[in-house]
C-alpha cells in the first residue's frame, strides 16, 4: 500500500536526513521502491537538503539578517528586506541573491533598479470608480498593465521554476521541493487573507507575492512580505491564502540553480524592456487586455486626461463633481496619495529616480553606453512626481476642492510634457541601439 502524502513526507525527509538526497530525489525514490545507496552519507548541517530547518539561508530570523560570506558551494544568507522601493523588483532582487545569482558586468547580485527596469519600468494609469457607498482612485506609475513580475523573471537571465496548479496537495509538495533545495519560494496570496493585514484595508480581490524562506521552530513557515521585517504563518493559512484568487491560484516560483545572464542577451533584454516602456508612455503600442478606448488612461495622454477632469468643475466626469460629498473627496484623495507612495504600484518620486538608476547601470553593458544621456531627465521627473505627491491633502476643505484640483493639475500637465520629452528621446535611442546590434550581429 503506498504511503499517505503525509507519512511520505515523514519518510521522504527522514531519508534525506540519512543520505544527503534532495527531497524531491528522495521522494522518488521512496514511491519507485529504490534501496538507499551504501555510499550516500548525510548532508553538512546547514546545507540544502541537510535540515533542521528548511529553507533559505536556514530559515531564521537571525540568518535573515546575517550577511556572512557562504562557503563554497553553500547558498548565500537571506537578505533582510530594508530600503526598498519597489516591492516586487526588492523582493525578487532578494531572492536572486539568496540563490547566487550574479550580474554579468559587476558579478554582485542583480540590482533593484535593473530588476524594476526589466520588469517594464515605469509608466501612468488613473481610473475612478463610483459605488454607491464610495469612490475609489487608482494612480499607478510602475509599468502597467503588463505583467510586471512575469516580465522581471523572463527577462533577468535566471533560471525560473514556475508551477501553478489548482491542488492545494500538489501545491504544498511543490512549495516543499522549492524549501527542500535551500531556496526562497514566491508564492501568490490573496493579501486580505494574511493574518498580519487588516482586513478591512486590504481588497480582498488584491494579490500580492510573498517569499516562504523555510519552516521556524514552531512548525509555522518564515515569511517575507515586504514589510521590512518577518513575518509568521501556519501552513493552513498560507494554503488558504494561496487558493483564495482563482486567477494565479497556487501559483510559486523559485530560482533552483544560480546561472545568470550572459552580458549580450542581457543588453538585448534591456532594450526590449525600454522600448515597450516608452511605447506604453508615448501610445504607440496597443495595451495588452485594454480596450482602445480605455488608453486614454495610460501613458503620457493618461496623464492629460486625469488633469483635464481635475481642471473639469461642471460635467459629471470632472473631478469637482465626482468628489462633492466629503467623504468621497477625502476617501479618493487618500488613495491617490496612497497609491503616489506605496512601493506596490507607486513609490518614491513616482519610481522614476528608480528608473534613472536602471539606465545608469544598463549603459555598462555592451553597446548601451547611450543610455547614459538619458537618466538625468528621469531624475528631475522623480523631483516632479515628489511634488505632486506633496501636494495631494485628504484634509482639503470640501469648499476649496476646485482650487486644489486646479493646482494638481498643473503639476500633473507639467510633468506630462517632460515625461513626452523624456520618453521620445529615450525611446529614439533604443531604435538606434537595436539597429546598432542588429548590424553588429
Given at each position: ?113 535593473m530588476l524594476a527596469g526589466l520588469a517594464g519600468g515605469i509608466g501612468f494609469m488613473v ?62 496570496v490573496s493579501r486580505a487573507t494574511l493574518p498580519w493585514v487588516d482586513g478591512d484595508m ?134 491617490v496619495a496612497l497609491f503616489l507612495t506605496d512601493g506596490r504600484y507607486g513609490g518614491s ?93
Open positions: 500500500m503506498a504511503p499517505s502524502p503525509v507519512q511520505l513526507k515523514k519518510l521522504a525527509r527522514a531519508r534525506m536526513e540519512r543520505t544527503g538526497e534532495s527531497y524531491t530525489t528522495a521522494r522518488k525514490a521512496i514511491l519507485d521502491g529504490r534501496p538507499e545507496r551504501p555510499s550516500a552519507r548525510p548532508a553538512p548541517a546547514g546545507k540544502p537538503g541537510s535540515n533542521a530547518k528548511r529553507g533559505a539561508g536556514g530559515g531564521t530570523p537571525a540568518a535573515a539578517e546575517a550577511s556572512a560570506a557562504p562557503e563554497p558551494g553553500e547558498l548565500p544568507e537571506y537578505p533582510a528586506p530594508v530600503d526598498v522601493t519597489q516591492y516586487d523588483a526588492g523582493l525578487w532582487q532578494r531572492v536572486l541573491t539568496q540563490a547566487g545569482v550574479t550580474d554579468p558586468v559587476t558579478g554582485n547580485p542583480p540590482s533593484e533598479a481610473f475612478v470608480f463610483e459605488y454607491e457607498e464610495t469612490t475609489t482612485v487608482s494612480v499607478i506609475t510602475r509599468a502597467h498593465p503588463e505583467p510586471y513580475t512575469e516580465n522581471l523573471l523572463a527577462r533577468c537571465g535566471a533560471v525560473v521554476r514556475e508551477q501553478k496548479t489548482g491542488s492545494a496537495r500538489l501545491a504544498a509538495q511543490y512549495l516543499d521541493e522549492g524549501l527542500d533545495e535551500g531556496r526562497a519560494v514566491v508564492v501568490r486590504a481588497d480582498a480581490d488584491e494579490p500580492v507575492d510573498v517569499a516562504v524562506l523555510g519552516e521556524h521552530d514552531d512548525g509555522n513557515l518564515l515569511i517575507d512580505d515586504g514589510s521590512g521585517g518577518l513575518q509568521l504563518i501556519s501552513p493552513t493559512d498560507l494554503a488558504a491564502a494561496r487558493g483564495q484568487r482563482k486567477a494565479g491560484k497556487n501559483w510559486q516560483a523559485w530560482i533552483p540553480a544560480s546561472t545568470g545572464p550572459e552580458a549580450d542577451t542581457l543588453a538585448a533584454q534591456v532594450v526590449a524592456a525600454i522600448q515597450e516602456t516608452t511605447g506604453r508612455l508615448l501610445g504607440t503600442r496597443e495595451l495588452d487586455g485594454i480596450p482602445a478606448h480605455f488608453a486614454k488612461n495610460f501613458g503620457v495622454a493618461g496623464l492629460r486626461t486625469w488633469a483635464g477632469r481635475l481642471l473639469d468643475t461642471t460635467t459629471a466626469s470632472g473631478w469637482t463633481r465626482i468628489f462633492a460629498e466629503p467623504g468621497r473627496l477625502a476617501h479618493g484623495l487618500e488613495m518620486g513616482g519610481l522614476r529616480g528608480l528608473y534613472a538608476d536602471f539606465l545608469d547601470e544598463a549603459a555598462a553593458l555592451p553597446g548601451l553606453e547611450a543610455l547614459r544621456e538619458c537618466s538625468a531627465a528621469y531624475r528631475d521627473l522623480a523631483g516632479r512626481w515628489d511634488e505632486l505627491a506633496e501636494m495631494i491633502d485628504p484634509d482639503v476643505d470640501p469648499a476649496e476642492r476646485s482650487s486644489h484640483f486646479a493646482g494638481i493639475a498643473h503639476v500633473a500637465t507639467r510633468i506630462a510634457d517632460a515625461e513626452e520629452r523624456a520618453a521620445r528621446h529615450l525611446a529614439d535611442v533604443a531604435a538606434l541601439l537595436e539597429k546598432s546590434s542588429s548590424l553588429r550581429g
